[in-house]
């Protein structure tokens, strides 16, 4: 199992965000309903995360199984989920501002950013069959219905591929699921706090 410490996660320019969130912890006053919505939203998010990181190979096939049947980015849209409960969690004219900041960052600089610099990276390696996965699957809304390649399709992993400890762990996602507890924690201690004050 890899370390879950993922050291570029500690780098100085995350620190300011570091400090917004356990300002919010300190200052904000979450209600029970809030913290149950948004917390479903992480969690949500963290199980995502969880399921495609456990099929993710990054080096030796076009990733086509778990979630990635279903849409090309569900790491991404679990971070999306993950953001947006904890921002939902905060509850009140809080959430609407964690939220104004979030969602713009999320869709106009880091989703766009991400996804091209993947995209070229796998087209080099897959180039047709990423061009067929891409026409068929969604980048983050899931479709219905599974996605099933062209039978022995060059570059595709096998279909049958099941999820697997160690590509999850080799994918480096035991330190997000650990963040994304610790979060839900936090907030819900300071949430049972307030409910229980008078």
């Known amino acids: ?7 570029k996660n500690l780098r100085p320019r995350f620190l300011p965000l570091y400090g917004v969130g356990i300002g919010l912890l300190f200052f904000v006053r979450p209600a029970a309903l809030d913290y149950a919505v948004g917390a479903t939203a992480v969690l949500s998010g963290a199980l995502l995360r969880t399921w495609g990181a456990g099929h993710l190979e990054k080096t030796t096939s076009l990733t086509i199984t778990g979630p990635y049947a279903y849409l090309r980015h569900p790491l991404y849209l679990g971070t999306l989920l993950v953001g947006t409960g904890i921002g ?4 009140g004219w809080v959430a609407l501002v964690v939220l104004a900041l979030f ?6 600089d880091y ?3 991400k996804e091209r610099a993947e995209s070229e990276r796998l087209e080099a390696h897959y180039g047709e069959a990423l ?10 809304r899931p479709r219905i219905q599974p996605w099933t390649p062209v039978p022995n399709a060059p570059g595709l992993e096998d279909p049958s591929r099941r999820w697997s400890l160690d590509r999850y762990s080799e994918n480096n996602e035991l330190g997000a699921l650990l963040g994304v507890l610790a979060v839900l924690t936090a907030f819900g201690l300071r949430t049972a706090v307030v409910l229980g004050s008078p």
């Open 111 to 113: 989703f766009p950013r």
């Open 103 to 108: 969602l713009p960052w999320f869709f106009l």
């Open 88 to 91: 939902l969690m905060v509850g």
């Open 131 to 140: 061009a067929a996965y891409r026409a068929a699957v969604p980048a983050l």
């Open 1 to 7: 199992m890899r370390n879950p410490i993922r050291w």
